[in-house]
């Protein structure tokens, strides 16, 4: 971190930018910053009483479309008062002059962020409860009405999979980190096995348990964060994304795959489909298997963007190096799944 971007170099810039916007009333600002966040670094600010969350672009060079907090800050503003619970946002500020890039700030959430898709130390009601009510948010979500919204323009109508692939492909072969065999099979492979038809709503892409925030007792997520991947696409590779915890082993990332999920409580990887496709009147069927290859191609593809930026010392995470090393392996898992898809 420069001294620019410091705790207290931003505490004192933002000072007289909270008290002209009423944020403020003339209390010190106090800055720290939050855990996570190996994308947009964010920061959590105290104000006497009151806290509140600060998230903004990465210094340094940025690959294009990467980074897109004003997404981020216009898709939970307009997901205010829905069934898909988000904070409260507060101010968007493009002016980098401020603090070097842009920013907003939005409410902080006082409740539990778990990480382990386990959630090792709970009872198996506890996990059951946590996991139907995470089924019941992502459902609730592809059902939203982008255009009722004001997001009908947020996005593009089909070929969802179809950009993704190009996209994130692009992206890694900008990229000047090595990048696995796999994962250029994949790049290779899934081109040519498309969906043949997409349903088109709003998607997370990132949409998984560490993203969310619970209500301190109740198995009740008060706010899902991290919409930077969000866009109008195809709800079953959003699901697929979210389900790859099912098949990740945890050596490898956040997954649960080859525990004992009927000892945990947690519902298996069909009973969780089964569940989303009575909510959500949608099943992926035999296109799970691609859907899968396609999520953990597009996450070993952040990870190695993430490989990148710690190589050139920009990364906002201390951990970015272990996490940029786990691209490979997940690339070579998108492949397994790629193989399975194709024997059926």
Same mark, same amino acid.
């Given at each position: 971190?420069?001294?620019?971007?410091?705790?207290?170099?931003?505490?004192?810039?933002?000072?007289?930018?909270? !008290?002209?916007?009423?944020?403020?009333? @003339?209390?010190?600002?106090?800055?720290?910053?939050?855990?996570?966040?190996?994308?947009?670094?964010?920061?959590?600010?105290?104000? @006497?009483?009151?806290?509140?969350?600060?998230?903004?672009?990465?210094?340094?060079?940025?690959?294009?479309?990467?980074?897109?907090?004003?997404?981020?800050?216009?898709?939970?503003?307009?997901?205010?008062?829905?069934?898909?619970?988000?904070?409260?946002?507060?101010?968007?500020?493009?002016?980098?002059?401020?603090?070097?890039?842009?920013?907003?700030?939005?409410?902080?959430?006082?409740?539990?962020?778990?990480?382990?898709?386990?959630?090792?130390?709970?009872?198996?009601?506890?996990?059951?409860?946590?996991?139907?009510?995470?089924?019941?948010?992502?459902?609730?979500?592809?059902?939203?009405?982008?255009?009722?919204?004001?997001?009908?323009?947020?996005?593009?109508?089909?070929?969802?999979?179809?950009? !993704?692939?190009?996209?994130?492909?692009?992206?890694?072969? !900008?990229?000047?980190?090595?990048?696995?065999?796999?994962?250029?099979?994949?790049?290779?492979?899934?081109?040519?096995?498309?969906?043949?038809?997409?349903?088109?709503?709003?998607?997370?892409?990132?949409?998984?348990?560490?993203?969310?925030?619970?209500?301190?007792?109740?198995?009740?997520?008060?706010?899902?964060?991290? *919409?930077?991947?969000?866009?109008?696409?195809?709800?079953?590779?959003?699901?697929?994304?979210?389900?790859?915890? *099912?098949?990740?082993?945890?050596?490898? *990332?956040? @997954?649960?795959?080859?525990?004992?999920?009927?000892?945990?409580?947690?519902?298996?990887?069909?009973?969780?489909?089964?569940?989303?496709?009575?909510?959500? @009147?949608?099943?992926?069927?035999?296109? *799970?298997?691609?859907?899968?290859?396609?999520?953990?191609?597009?996450?070993?593809?952040?990870?190695?963007?993430?490989?990148?930026?710690?190589?050139?010392?920009?990364?906002?995470?201390?951990?970015?190096?272990?996490?940029?090393?786990?691209?490979?392996?997940?690339?070579?898992?998108?492949?397994?799944?790629?193989?399975?898809?194709?024997?059926?």
């Amino acid at each position: 971190m420069n001294a620019a971007s410091s705790p207290q170099a931003l505490a004192q810039r933002l000072q007289p930018y909270l !008290q002209d916007l009423g944020l403020s009333g @003339g209390e010190a600002v106090t800055v720290s910053v939050l855990a996570g966040g190996q994308s947009n670094p964010t920061y959590k600010l105290q104000l @006497g009483d009151r806290q509140m969350v600060l998230r903004k672009q990465p210094a340094g060079s940025l690959v294009a479309g990467a980074h897109a907090i004003d997404r981020e800050h216009q898709v939970m503003q307009a997901l205010a008062g829905t069934a898909v619970p988000v904070p409260r946002m507060l101010a968007y500020c493009d002016d980098a002059e401020l603090l070097g890039t842009p920013f907003y700030l939005m409410d902080f959430l006082d409740g539990r962020v778990l990480v382990d898709p386990a959630l090792p130390g709970m009872q198996p009601a506890e996990r059951g409860a946590l996991y139907a009510e995470m089924n019941c948010v992502i459902a609730a979500l592809h059902q939203l009405d982008p255009a009722a919204l004001g997001l009908g323009s947020y996005g593009r109508a089909g070929g969802y999979v179809a950009r !993704q692939t190009k996209r994130w492909s692009q992206q890694t072969q !900008q990229l000047r980190v090595p990048v696995d065999p796999a994962m250029q099979q994949l790049m290779d492979w899934l081109p040519q096995h498309l969906p043949q038809a997409e349903e088109t709503t709003l998607v997370h892409g990132d949409y998984r348990l560490d993203n969310l925030v619970w209500h301190r007792s109740e198995p009740q997520i008060i706010g899902v964060l991290d *919409w930077e991947l969000s866009t109008l696409g195809d709800p079953l590779a959003d699901l697929a994304y979210h389900g790859m915890a *099912w098949r990740v082993p945890p050596a490898l *990332w956040r @997954g649960m795959g080859g525990c004992d999920l009927a000892a945990l409580g947690i519902p298996d990887e069909r009973a969780y489909l089964a569940m989303y496709a009575e909510r959500a @009147g949608r099943d992926p069927g035999p296109l *799970w298997e691609y859907y899968l290859a396609f999520n953990l191609f597009r996450m070993a593809a952040i990870l190695y963007g993430i490989a990148q930026r710690a190589a050139d010392g920009t990364a906002a995470a201390a951990d970015a190096v272990a996490t940029g090393a786990k691209a490979g392996p997940l690339a070579a898992l998108g492949w397994q799944c790629a193989q399975a898809f194709e024997r059926g």
